[in-house]
């Protein structure tokens, strides 16, 4: 008889922020616009999407004041910590917290994701980024952001560390032996020894090792060294395409790439981003989408999309199309990917500035 053909998964993934993705969705009437630190509200998100089965929830974080206070909610909870507490409001779905490689050490990194993943009874994942900005740099006394290269090579050591420190317990290290008075087996925990590049650590962790093993580790750039970087370590990928073909061939580069290095492609999930506008109906859905436009302030909305491009806010007319000298994507040291998804989108759809920031 012929054989079935294997029916392959949908991984579903709940990226949260308080109020919405949107720039305006915080000013919509029913809107908790305080939500960014109430930790009942998160909570409640936590379980609407347990209840719905997603596989997991992801908290994006940067070690930075992103945006302009005055303007949107842009502080926010430290994720391990906020989930942490939302493991204890839910069973099953994953809990995935992002971490900067360039502004922590291996150990305390470490120490925190194989806590989570204790605390959760191994849901944790890490979303490994690498952090641009001088801004972030600057929070760290250092003057601007590392090369873009020199954070992935510190990443990818960073990484390695890391596992290291896990793996520094063995997995039958804790017998807890009460007649004997032995907790455990001390041949069983052992030092890592680490010198490289970046980092010298001795270990070992001071937590045993996750019931994962390892959390689950994520990443999230688009850039030839994010995806160098996706299929030598990762186990999902977030990414943002503008179109089904163009997702299609990153799916196939990442693939690729992994399997050139040996790995089971099958074992890399990739994950593309959607901003749903969801009503009751088409109707429905389409005026909301028409009422968070309108929320729009466009002038604090072109300073940040002038940040982003890396130009001055005046070179930026609302009613007009991108200018043609802006930076290239080597220009930019951070964010490379997201950048160029910008500025191909405003490119191909002909897009005015305002009707770029309102997309």
């Given at each position: 008889m012929p054989r079935t053909p294997e029916r392959k998964q949908l991984h579903l993934n709940?990226?949260?922020?308080?109020?919405?993705?949107?720039?305006?969705?915080?000013?919509?009437?029913?809107?908790?616009?305080?939500?960014?630190?109430?930790?009942?509200?998160?909570?409640?998100?936590?379980?609407?999407?347990?209840?719905?089965?997603?596989?997991?929830?992801?908290?994006?974080?940067?070690?930075?004041?992103?945006?302009?206070?005055?303007?949107?909610?842009?502080?926010?909870?430290?994720?391990?910590?906020?989930?942490?507490?939302?493991?204890?409001?839910?069973?099953?779905?994953?809990?995935?917290?992002?971490?900067?490689?360039?502004?922590?050490?291996?150990?305390?990194?470490?120490?925190?994701?194989?806590?989570?993943?204790?605390?959760?009874?191994?849901?944790?994942?890490?979303n490994i980024v690498t952090t641009a900005g001088a801004d972030a740099a600057r929070n760290f006394g250092l003057d601007d952001t590392p090369l873009h290269r020199d954070r992935y090579r510190r990443a990818g050591e960073f990484v390695e560390v890391s596992t290291k420190l896990w793996d520094s317990w063995a997995d039958d290290a804790v017998i807890a032996d009460k007649e004997r008075g032995v907790h455990a087996l001390a041949e069983r925990v052992r030092q890592i020894g680490h010198r490289g590049e970046f980092f010298r650590v001795d270990g070992p962790l001071n937590v045993q090792r996750p019931p994962q093993g390892y959390p689950l580790l994520v990443q999230a750039g688009s850039s030839e060294d994010g995806k160098d970087f996706a299929a030598r370590y990762a186990e999902a990928v977030f990414t943002a395409q503008q179109t089904l073909e163009e997702g299609i061939a990153f799916y196939k580069d990442v693939k690729e790439r992994a399997t050139a290095l040996g790995r089971n492609p099958d074992g890399i999930k990739i994950l593309p981003g959607i901003v749903p506008v969801i009503g009751e109906t088409e109707a429905e859905a389409l005026a909301l989408d028409a009422e968070l436009e309108n929320l729009i302030v466009p002038e604090y909305a072109k300073l940040q999309l002038a940040k982003r491009l890396k130009i001055a806010p005046e070179d930026l007319d609302l009613d007009a199309e991108l200018p043609d000298d802006i930076p290239t994507e080597d220009d930019i040291e951070g964010a490379k990917s997201r950048y160029t998804l910008i500025v191909e989108l405003a490119r191909r759809e002909k897009l005015t500035v305002r009707q770029l920031i309102g997309r």
């Amino acid at each position: 008889m012929p054989r079935t053909p294997e029916r392959k998964q949908l991984h579903l993934n709940a990226f949260l922020m308080s109020t919405g993705h949107h720039e305006a969705s915080w000013r919509l009437p029913e809107s908790p616009a305080e939500a960014n630190s109430d930790i009942e509200h998160y909570k409640n998100l936590a379980r609407i999407a347990e209840r719905g089965r997603l596989d997991s929830l992801f908290l994006a974080d940067s070690p930075v004041l992103m945006g302009d206070p005055g303007r949107r909610p842009a502080a926010k909870l430290e994720p391990t910590v906020l989930l942490t507490a939302l493991a204890g409001a839910t069973r099953h779905i994953g809990l995935i917290a992002t971490a900067s490689t360039s502004y922590n050490e291996p150990y305390n990194l470490a120490r925190r994701f194989a806590s989570l993943d204790h605390v959760s009874g191994g849901r944790a994942g890490w979303n490994i980024v690498t952090t641009a900005g001088a801004d972030a740099a600057r929070n760290f006394g250092l003057d601007d952001t590392p090369l873009h290269r020199d954070r992935y090579r510190r990443a990818g050591e960073f990484v390695e560390v890391s596992t290291k420190l896990w793996d520094s317990w063995a997995d039958d290290a804790v017998i807890a032996d009460k007649e004997r008075g032995v907790h455990a087996l001390a041949e069983r925990v052992r030092q890592i020894g680490h010198r490289g590049e970046f980092f010298r650590v001795d270990g070992p962790l001071n937590v045993q090792r996750p019931p994962q093993g390892y959390p689950l580790l994520v990443q999230a750039g688009s850039s030839e060294d994010g995806k160098d970087f996706a299929a030598r370590y990762a186990e999902a990928v977030f990414t943002a395409q503008q179109t089904l073909e163009e997702g299609i061939a990153f799916y196939k580069d990442v693939k690729e790439r992994a399997t050139a290095l040996g790995r089971n492609p099958d074992g890399i999930k990739i994950l593309p981003g959607i901003v749903p506008v969801i009503g009751e109906t088409e109707a429905e859905a389409l005026a909301l989408d028409a009422e968070l436009e309108n929320l729009i302030v466009p002038e604090y909305a072109k300073l940040q999309l002038a940040k982003r491009l890396k130009i001055a806010p005046e070179d930026l007319d609302l009613d007009a199309e991108l200018p043609d000298d802006i930076p290239t994507e080597d220009d930019i040291e951070g964010a490379k990917s997201r950048y160029t998804l910008i500025v191909e989108l405003a490119r191909r759809e002909k897009l005015t500035v305002r009707q770029l920031i309102g997309r």
